[in-house]
């Protein structure tokens, strides 16, 4: 073979070979024009079924839609991909580009996210959600960014109220002597301390036995985990109190985020206000679901606190303020507090 053909047999060698090593790099086209689609993970904890799951798929639908497929959000759900106790490692490491934990799980990284578990602090629903919206509240937010992470939502659970085997809970002296389920100390063993109650740390998965088998009296939840987890059965006294909050923050990757164009960082960021506002709507219905179902149950005796009632609470709170306000924040509580 002539010299001038194996130059030519080379080049179409080594033109061939390069094809083949971009098109076997794992990304998919998402366009005839042959762009690459961009891929990222959402890992959650829940079923797909509960308003966060469901908010999860609409985010990913939208954002699909809205990118023409070049951006992919491959969804994993409950704890598929990663448990609680993973994902923000995880995240930190960039192996997921989205999770959505319980606010009180970034508690080790700024402590002033303990202002979801500040004894009647948010008047209502719609006050947790102004401030969450409000710009102390996006404040608050943005501390998460030197650990690594962008938060891009608040998306709630609801409000807690108490429950117990014992007696009606109208007033702070009736909480005197009985012991109730945390899902985590500090704040929330403070709480009842201030009430003059105990306190034990169960996880979730135990608390219905713990209820049953009387080793706690009582617990604090939403509406709608009171109800699908049956512990109206073992609870025979419900006080709404709203006095708490279960709510989620939607967190990013910090170097994920910074390397997306403008174009896809708006996407992603219009897809996230849709979504959110999509979950709240979820997260009110439910709980509106779940308490009438409670009440039509008849197993349990409902009362609601008055005005006159909250007062007494708040006040029976001050020690709890007095020992976590300065590590939360004294502006971010008088912003939740001043929230309407």
Known sequence: MKKSNWVLFLCVLLA???????TGCGEKDSSASGEKALEVKFTHVVADSTPKG?????????????????????VFPSSQLYGDKEELEQLKANNVQFIAPSVTKLVGF??????VDMPFLFKNDQAAYNFYD?????????????QGMIGLGWWPNGAKHFTNSKR???????????????????????????????????AFAEVFTGLNNKTVDGQENTFNNTDTQNYQDVQKYMTISSHGRLDYVVLTNTIFW???????????????????????????????????????????????????????????MKPVYDSYGDKIGVEYIEAARNSK
Not at 16 to 22: A, D, E, H
Not at 110 to 115: C, L
């Open 16 to 22: 061939g070979l390069m094809i083949l090593s971009l």
């Open 54 to 74: 469901k908010a999860v798929i609409r985010f990913k639908e939208l954002v699909e839609k809205n990118s023409n497929g070049k951006i992919k959000v491959s």
């Open 110 to 115: 700024v402590p002033a996210f303990q202002i």
């Open 134 to 146: 409000g710009p102390t509240g996006q404040k608050l937010m943005k501390t998460l960014e030197p």
């Open 168 to 202: 009606p809970l109208r007033t702070p002296e009736d909480f005197a002597g009985l012991k109730f389920r945390t899902q985590s100390g500090g704040v929330l063993d403070a709480q009842f301390k201030a009430l003059g109650a105990g306190s034990q740390t169960l």
């Open 258 to 316: 910074n390397s997306l164009s403008p174009e896809n960082k708006k996407i992603l960021e219009d897809a996230m206000k849709e979504a959110s506002i999509y979950e709240r709507q979820l997260a009110d219905e439910e709980n509106l679901k779940s308490f009438e179902k409670l009440k039509s149950s008849g197993k349990m005796e409902i009362y609601t606190l008055t005005e006159q009632d909250r007062e007494k609470f708040i006040a029976a």
